[in-house]
């Protein structure tokens, strides 16, 4: 088996609790929150990561965004990406997930040479989960959505395994390929000290970097239009405490539960 | 020889990465067995850890210490006989940091270290929550003119049982009359960052929260965690500019100025559980006494091992953060001490031992309660109940 050059697209999104909705402008209004890595892409650089102890090759990282989302590619470099590329231009502000989906494209072919993309299965703020699929057509590569697990056989074809009701598929396909990780599949490593302090700088392209048709990047490129965002209501929790030994706390919980059933 | 009667050849380059991380610390022993002797695994498990056997290994840098090093609880146990003076904790610390290195970590450390890196708390818990443990109580926010900082840690601030304690500590404080105050953005001290062996990055937390506290203006801080209380008393530079006490050692000292009185007659008998922090780590065995025999009507019994002896709770050395079997809980023996000393209640002052020991009481049909000194304290204000 030859090496695997796998480049994860991730982004730079806000801490989902931190976060309100802007009915104004219909989008997030994202001013005071801090931000993280969205949390499947950091599934799906553990198994970026995985993959290359198993099959040798690269990791790269590939975000789309501001200028401040660079330290948090660090944050990859510093788990054991080889390198970072971080696509940042007024250009492609205000993007869609077809924009952003071409954009990462054009950015996937300059770094060039892949075999694999991997992506998170959805973004925690916007959360549509198109990107992946966007990305694999913009390619024309084969593409496994919502993928568990992740092996190259010796044949050389990709098997991903998806969770479906009832049960799993195993799908086998053939590479390049682009695959979306589902959230929480593997448990992301910590970042290793001495790669915090050593690792490769974070390469910014803008949109006259790619070779793009301006026609396609951010607002403008933009065909989906938000009809309206609001926040969704949280439920108001009733916060009863039960008293007692677990055993009396058992048989309260059990008249309770009995109640509410109509049992 | 190796177990299997096999010579092993003896790896330099290993033995000086080990010698290196241990910083020689392993160096001394002599291999007298007391450590393992007295390691509380012994009383728990048929094939107790052999902590002179990882210490030895240490010092010859021969990589078998295997998952064992995961469950030193660093109750220092071991390091207050050891007639070599081994920091034996350290030494297994140390080792967990070349485990890192080499991916063999018990799951779900990288993910707490993750939760301290995104969220500042080892909880997963979110940064704009820290304020909620005091809501309806009046703590006021730190402005650097108070006195004192209360730190009251991750655990206080986001554990719904620990929360308890940290409004228990806070009325006491206000029933004192003693300005303090909390940083609504308090950072984490880092303690979980060190037990699990990662100092490079607790370098980076103690560099942060080191510099929140001088923006702020921390003269004085008292942590409710004997955790936290450590790693400032001992693991951060503040090079005397920031006075740390533990918060029974104020309450004690609060107690003895007169600041601080109990009206209130709080009928029980009592036990208390030293801390491994604040006891084996930093002699505080009489400060928490002080305070307990200040409270009227309690009665004071001591357990078979108390003080120097005293059994862990199982929760430190990141213990909180991975499963210990049932059967295996420390607690199981501790709260079993305390029923024998004829108490009804097991009290402590620190959120882990509340936890596990609490956990551990639940097997004695409610004869035995676990409380937090400070919790005790506050019922004896005459102020209705220590907390609601």
């Known amino acids: ?263 | 020889m190796s177990e299997s009667g096999a010579p092993r050849v003896l790896d330099d380059a290993v033995w000086e990465e080990v010698v290196e991380a241990t910083r020689g610390m392993a160096a001394p022993c002599f291999q007298c067995g007391v450590c393992t002797a007295v390691c509380p695994w012994g009383l728990v498990q048929a094939e107790p850890v052999s902590v002179r056997r990882l210490v030895r290994l240490a010092q010859l840098g021969v990589e078998r210490w295997g998952e064992a090093i995961w469950r030193c609880t660093t109750c220092g146990a071991c390091e207050a006989l050891c007639p070599r003076g081994v920091p034996v904790s350290e030494v297994l610390l140390a080792l967990r940091q070349l485990a890192w290195k080499r991916r063999s970590v018990p799951k779900g450390l990288s993910t707490m270290l993750w939760a301290v890196h995104w969220d500042g708390n080892p909880w997963d818990q979110p940064p704009s929550a820290r304020t909620a443990w005091s809501r309806g109580l009046d703590v006021p926010a730190f402005t650097g003119e108070q006195e004192i900082l209360l730190y009251v840690g991750c655990t206080a601030t986001y554990d719904r049982r620990s929360q308890k304690v940290a409004r228990s500590l806070a009325r006491l404080l206000g029933a004192s009359g003693v300005s303090f105050g909390v940083l609504p953005d308090e950072p984490c001290c880092g303690e979980a960052v060190r037990v699990v062996g990662q100092e490079g990055y607790l370098a980076e937390v103690v560099e942060a929260t080191s510099r929140r506290f001088r923006d702020a203006g921390v003269r004085r801080l008292v942590a409710l965690s004997p955790h936290c209380f450590d790693m400032f008393r001992t693991r951060y530079p503040f090079d005397g500019e920031i006075e740390v006490l533990h918060s029974t050692e104020l309450l004690a000292r609060l107690v003895d100025e007169g600041r601080l009185g109990f009206a209130k007659n709080v009928a029980a008998t009592v036990t208390y559980h030293d801390p491994c922090y604040l006891g084996r780590r930093h002699g505080l065995y009489d400060p928490p006494r002080r305070l307990l025999a200040a409270i009227p009507g309690v009665t004071v019994v001591e357990m078979s091992s108390s003080r120097e002896d005293a059994l862990c709770c199982g929760g430190g050395g990141g213990r909180m953060w991975l499963e210990t079997e049932a059967g295996e809980r420390f607690g199981d023996l501790r709260v079993r001490q305390a029923e024998e000393a004829g108490a009804e209640v097991l009290a402590t002052s620190c959120p882990f031992c509340v936890l596990c020991l609490e956990d551990s009481a639940k097997g004695l049909d409610g004869r035995l309660r676990v409380l937090d000194l400070s919790e005790l304290a506050c019922q004896a204000l005459g102020e209705g109940r220590g907390d609601s």
């Not at chain 1, 390619?139 to 190259?152: K, M, R």
């Not at chain 1, 992301?188 to 949109?207: L, N, Q």
């Open chain 1, 1 to 263: 088996m030859r090496p695997l050059d796998t480049v994860v697209c991730v982004k730079v999104v806000p801490k989902p609790e931190e976060v309100s909705v802007d009915p104004e402008t219909r989008t997030l209004d994202r001013a005071r929150a801090r931000s993280e890595l969205n949390p499947p892409d950091m599934n799906a650089i553990e198994m970026a990561l995985a993959l290359r102890e198993r099959h040798g090759g690269t990791v790269s990282l590939l975000s789309m965004g501001p200028p401040f989302a660079a330290p948090y590619l660090q944050v990859g470099l510093a788990m054991g990406a080889d390198s970072a590329y971080l696509l940042s231009d007024r250009a492609f502000a205000g993007a869609d997930t077809l924009a952003t989906s071409y954009t990462l494209a054009k950015g996937i072919e300059k770094i060039g040479g892949w075999d694999l993309i991997l992506c998170g299965e959805e973004s925690s703020d916007g959360a549509t989960g198109q990107v992946p699929q966007g990305i694999a057509e913009w390619l024309g590569a084969s593409q496994i959505t919502f993928a568990t697990s992740l092996a190259v056989r010796a044949d050389g074809r990709l098997v991903g395994e998806r969770e479906i009701r009832g049960g799993h598929e195993v799908i086998a396909v053939p590479l390049p390929a682009v695959v979306s990780v589902k959230l929480g599949v593997n448990e992301p490593r910590f970042m290793d000290m001495e790669r915090r302090h050593s690792a490769a700088p974070v390469t910014v392209w803008g949109a006259g970097d790619l070779g793009v048709d301006p026609a396609w990047l951010g607002f403008e490129g933009s065909p989906t239009a938000v009809g309206a965002v609001w926040q969704a209501r949280t439920r108001e929790r009733r916060r009863e405490f039960l008293e007692g030994t677990p055993q009396e706390k058992g048989r309260l919980l059990a008249e309770r539960l009995r109640a509410l059933l109509a049992l």
